[in-house]
Structures are given as structure tokens and as C-alpha cells.
């Protein structure tokens, strides 16, 4: 059974603006990538008291609705997760900080002894930003031009932006090799020409698409002066609801 088989079942919420992982394909995602790096979680039960180191040992092969982890270091939070059940987990990956609950729902014997928890139904993101970001508006949307495929844009910053597209942009993640784009505003009659980075590029099943997120490259001061006031125009739309 795959990652991606244990959140099949659960529902999932079509649109969200938070940087948490929610779409049941992006944590399933977020856990394929994650599970080969041996990553150390910090595990906190009950969300109190001293954490326990432990790290992702990837899908239960017992349970469909489980994930492995290795047992706890000290040994004496293996006893207090039997017993409390509930448990808090914690960790750091490329520069982010993550987080979700889970419960213990048994032991399972393999190569080595694990413990089984249940899948998370949400893992934060914490990540400082440069920037504001806010989601576009459906009535009038921010599009994107390149390769000559354009898409809307789903949220923008003055650092950047995301979109979902059927292109394969996984490649331009250095500035040696620049992604170059033309982004339309139409609600200030506004085309810019820009170049930046591709940061996230995952895809996304629900959707049939790839989500991409890019970061700006020396963008010209009158483009951040326009993407600051379309910004600025949204969170008035947003506080006004």
C-alpha cells in the first residue's frame, strides 16, 4: 500500500490560502518525499511534557489508515504513548517548520519495531515570508503567459506567486536558467514582463495538474508598485466581506 492509498478516504477541501497541507495528494506527497530523508520528529504526548525524538518509517502495512514511526528515544515515552494515546509531532524540512496531531493506535512488528499512528488530516506549515500573499479573485483573475500555455494565477505576493499548470517547470529551480513569464493584471490594464524561479512543484491528482510556486527575480520597482496595489485592493475586499 502507498502513501497515497491511507488518505484516500478522507475528505478534502477544494480551495485554501493557508501554506497548510490539506489537499489529501499534497500531504501524501509531503510524506513520499520526507520519508526517504530520515527526517527526526519531535514527538510531544498530549501536547505537554518533555518530546521524544523519532523519525517517518513510512506506511503501515497492517493498517490502511497508519503511518510508522520509529519508537520513541527515551524509552519512556513509548510506555506514555501507549497509555495517553494522543501525541503531537514536530519537525523541521527545508527551511520550514511542520506540525500535526495524531493518536497511537498500536505496535507493529517488522525489520524493526514501530509504532503505528494515525494519518494526519492537516500538517502546518510554518515558513517566514518576505511577503504578503493573497489569494486572487475569481470575478477578475491574475493570468499568467509562458510557453505559450496560460493559466490563472491562484495567489500572489510581491515575491512571487502560484498557479496550476500541464507544464513541466520542475527544471527552472536555479536563477541560472530563469523561468520567463508574462503576468496580466486586468483589473489595472497591466502586463509584465518577469522572470523568477520555480520554489514547489508538485502534482496535484484532484486537480490533474502540477502546482507551481514561483519566486520573483529582480523584479522592476513600478511591477512591485502594481502587484502592491492589487494587493493592497484585495485585503480591502477580503476585511469588507
Not at 503501515?60 to 519512556?76: E, N, Q, T, W, Y
Request: charged share 30%; glycine share 6%.
Amino acid at each position: 500500500m502507498g502513501i497515497l492509498d491511507i488518505f484516500k478516504s478522507s475528505g478534502q477541501k477544494k480551495d485554501y490560502t493557508t501554506d497548510d497541507l490539506i489537499l489529501l495528494e499534497e500531504i501524501s506527497e509531503h510524506l513520499k518525499t520526507i520519508e526517504p530523508k530520515n527526517v527526526q520528529w519531535s514527538v510531544q504526548i498530549n501536547g505537554r511534557g518533555p518530546h521524544y525524538k523519532s523519525f517517518f518509517a513510512g506506511p503501515s502495512k497492517k493498517r490502511k489508515d497508519g503511518l510508522l514511526i520509529d519508537v520513541l528515544m527515551p524509552d519512556a515515552g513509548n510506555s506514555l504513548l501507549r497509555d495517553k494515546k494522543n501525541l503531537n509531532v514536530y519537525y523541521r524540512y527545508e527551511g520550514a517548520e511542520y506540525s500535526f496531531t495524531a493518536r497511537y493506535l498500536g505496535d507493529e512488528k517488522g525489520e524493526f519495531d514501530s509504532l503505528v499512528i494515525s494519518r494526519p488530516e492537516r500538517i502546518k506549515k510554518k515558513q517566514k515570508r518576505k511577503a504578503y500573499r493573497v489569494d486572487t479573485t475569481v470575478s477578475m483573475p491574475i493570468r499568467v503567459q509562458l510557453d505559450n500555455d496560460t493559466e490563472e494565477v491562484a495567489d500572489l505576493s510581491v515575491g512571487g506567486f502560484s498557479f496550476y499548470t500541464n507544464l513541466n517547470l520542475d527544471r527552472y529551480r536555479t536563477s541560472s536558467d530563469p523561468l520567463r513569464f508574462t503576468l496580466k493584471i486586468p483589473s489595472q490594464n497591466k502586463v509584465m514582463e518577469m522572470a523568477g524561479v520555480v520554489r514547489i512543484f508538485n502534482f496535484i491528482p484532484s486537480k490533474r495538474k502540477s502546482k507551481c510556486a514561483i519566486e520573483f527575480i529582480k523584479p522592476k520597482e513600478k511591477d512591485i508598485q502594481t502587484i502592491s496595489k492589487y494587493i493592497m485592493g484585495r485585503q480591502r475586499e477580503i476585511l469588507n466581506r
